[in-house]
């Protein structure tokens, strides 16, 4: 394996895996710098997939979701497979989690083609579609790095069961069947990423070394600040009522049930809320009650500009999730200007009292309690907004992600014998 020249020759492959994932960003900031050979995803906005458009697909929801997409990428540095994406979203709707397991393995057969055909020193794939892939590029010398986006599977299901809370120190949590490619995918790379400190630290609750695991924050990538810029932002509302957005599944991970139960007992405060984002049947049975409260409105799901606008509109932003790893949704809040409530394990970089407050999960009082000291001190709510908007913006950028990660690698591939081989300690 060649080293890599002075001039930056290609060194990258990235596997990004099906939708919109943050490994796009992560292989447009590896172009800019001159370093992807290629980038692997499912269903993707080519020239050829956006001709759609002039069949009046541009006027559907779903297709604009696609072609949210987009990312500065040449369509020659992209291997898509948006036949195998499809056939994994609807073969996990009617077949479950085995039919998608098989989809992802087949991914990773195909990636493992593109990987013994690469000249590149290293290989970024996410967890779950590594597989083949990641041993083909074990054998061929190349260092591994493995994305990893949520909490460990090992204290994943623990925390949705337990309201947020962690298993007793040193407990090892079970792992269903349908997380094993994951593990084996986090197992066997030389090194795992995460995108917050909750992360790592249930990773290090579950045994690992922390000094094996790097943690990069991945901010917001431009087309979102582009959106923001594009939305006119609206004027106050006249009324003192508080108006509040959630944005994501609704669903018990991300605090579906603390949520309902903090607003239905705060009757002593004028709100209002706009729930973005799916909501299944189970869901809409269960939060009857709560879903047709007039004070609620349903949304359902958005592209980004209607959400930036939404956002935008909003004085605060809600989101109890019991575990994350680092939602982008509540970045996107802190850069529209929202005033942010959420919880530590939502892996986000709200500070309670500076950029927000911070709720305990399992304890949907203190989100009840936070409301009403957000309504109580509106001033202090939009001026903290307003805060928020700049530290995303001159703090949370997708050039400083890519700085990070550009880091991360040469750190991977220092101490490696010209064939790529890791140097004996």
């Known amino acids: 394996m060649p080293e890599r020249d002075a001039l930056g020759a290609p060194d990258i492959v990235i596997a990004n895996g099906f939708d919109r994932y943050h490994l796009l960003t992560a292989a447009v900031e590896a172009e800019r710098r001159g370093r992807l050979e290629r980038c692997i995803a499912g269903f993707y906005p080519t020239a050829r997939i956006a001709t759609l458009a002039r069949l009046g697909l541009d006027r559907q929801q779903k297709f604009l979701r696609l072609m949210d997409r987009k990312v500065a990428l040449p369509d020659d540095k992209l291997v898509t ?56 590029a074990r054998q061929r010398g190349m260092a591994t790095l493995c ?68 943690v990069i924050y991945q901010g917001l990538d431009d087309s979102f600040f582009d959106l923001l810029e ?11 009522t508080l108006q509040l957005v959630f944005a994501g599944a609704f669903e018990q991970r991300k605090g579906a049930d603390h949520l309902a139960e903090a607003l239905q007992a705060l009757d002593d405060v004028p709100w209002r809320l706009q729930l973005i984002g799916p909501l299944d049947d189970g869901m809409r049975t269960r939060h009857a009650g709560f879903l047709n409260d007039s004070r609620v409105t349903v949304v359902g799901r958005v592209g980004r500009g209607e959400l930036a606008r939404r956002l935008q509109a909003a ?36 500070e309670d009292g500076k ?51 550009m880091a991360v690698y040469d750190r991977l591939l220092a101490g490696r014998r010209p064939d790529g081989r890791r140097e004996a300690a």
Not at 86 to 104: D, I, K, N, Q, S
Not at 321 to 340: D, N, Q, T
Not at 360 to 388: C, F, W, Y
Request: proline share 5%; net charge negative.
């Open 230 to 240: 594009s939305v006119a932002t609206p004027e106050p509302a006249d009324d003192s």
């Open 315 to 350: 004085d605060a932003f809600l989101f109890p999730s019991l575990a994350e790893g680092s939602a982008r949704v509540v970045f996107e809040a802190l850069a529209a200007g929202c005033f942010v409530i959420t919880t530590k394990n939502s892996g986000s970089i709200v």
């Open 81 to 136: 497979m948006p036949v195998l994406e499809t056939a994994g979203h609807l073969g996990g709707r009617l077949l479950g989690e085995r039919c998608v397991a098989a989809v992802r393995r087949r991914f990773s057969e195909n990636a493992r083609r593109v990987v013994e055909s690469s000249t590149a020193a290293l290989y970024h794939y996410r967890s779950g579609f590594g597989h083949r892939s990641a041993v083909a």
């Open 147 to 214: 994305d990893h986006s949520i909490a460990h599977p090992g204290v994943l299901a623990h925390l949705v069961q337990h309201q947020g809370r962690l298993p007793a120190e040193g407990e090892q949590g079970d792992v269903s069947p349908s997380w094993q490619d994951v593990m084996d995918d986090l197992r066997h790379a030389d090194r795992v990423l995460v995108n917050s400190d909750f992360v790592k630290e249930t990773f290090v609750h579950q045994g690992w070394d922390p000094a094996r695991i790097d």
């Open 355 to 405: 950029h927000g407050f911070i709720v305990q999960p399992d304890d949907p009082s203190t989100t009840a309690d936070a409301l009403r000291r957000a309504h109580a001190n509106r001033a202090m709510v939009q001026k903290i907004g307003e805060a928020n908007r700049a530290v995303v913006r001159d703090h949370y950028r997708q050039a400083g992600y890519g700085d990070a990660l």
